[in-house]
């Protein structure tokens, strides 16, 4: 899990890099999503005007509430484990509410997985089951009682053969015969 989280946070560190507003030229990504927005919808779409000050500013302080969260984890966690401890014993509902990250796993398996896992098992049932194995049951088992009637007449002897021979040039000489 570890080297898909850090290739994601070097993309996260790319973007936030190419989208710095102090880039000569403008911001690179404005620049570029330019012709998708030319024409009336770059009015509407437009984000507030802001100085450079005040998005260096924003920076600055978005950079700070992620490295106070990290120092605070360290000393936390690593540091004071007695205080992380106390912490989870004063919080339980809110700790128990995000050890299950909102309960958002449950929840779809209820409305989302159970649900499609009954309709496949029901197709299952019905529709491999009955119809597809009812269909080839159907079909063998059509062959099987015509190969019952046509062993009568393959017996592998000759003198079978001949009488058969026999009855079917009868039978065509009377048709014959009565026409």
């Known amino acids: 899990m570890t080297g898909p989280l850090v290739v994601l946070a ?6 936030g ?6 880039q000569p030229g ?3 990504l404005e620049r570029w999503l330019k012709p998708v927005f030319e024409g009336g919808a770059a009015e509407a779409l437009a984000p507030p005007a802001l100085s450079h000050a005040t998005e260096i500013t924003l920076i600055l302080i978005s950079v700070a509430a992620g490295l106070t969260g990290i120092l605070a ?8 484990p007695a205080t992380a401890t ?3 014993a004063r919080f339980a509902g809110l700790r128990g509410l995000l050890e299950h990250k909102y309960w958002i796993d449950e929840l779809y398996d209820a409305v989302v997985v159970r649900p499609f896992a009954a309709l496949a098992a029901w197709f299952w049932h019905f529709w491999d089951e009955t119809i597809v194995d009812g269909t080839v049951n159907g079909v063998a088992r059509t062959f099987e009682g015509l190969s019952a009637v046509l062993r009568l007449f393959q017996t ?3 003198g079978t053969y001949a009488l058969f021979f026999s009855l079917g ?3 065509l000489l009377l048709h014959f015969l009565r026409h």
């Open 17 to 22: 890099w190419i989208g710095l507003p102090m």
């Open 73 to 80: 984890a360290f000393r936390i966690y690593l540091q004071q």
């Open 169 to 171: 040039v009868a039978l």
């Open 26 to 28: 403008g911001h690179l």
């Open 10 to 15: 070097g993309l996260a560190i790319v973007g």
């Open 86 to 88: 106390a912490l989870g």
């Open 156 to 158: 592998g002897f000759v």
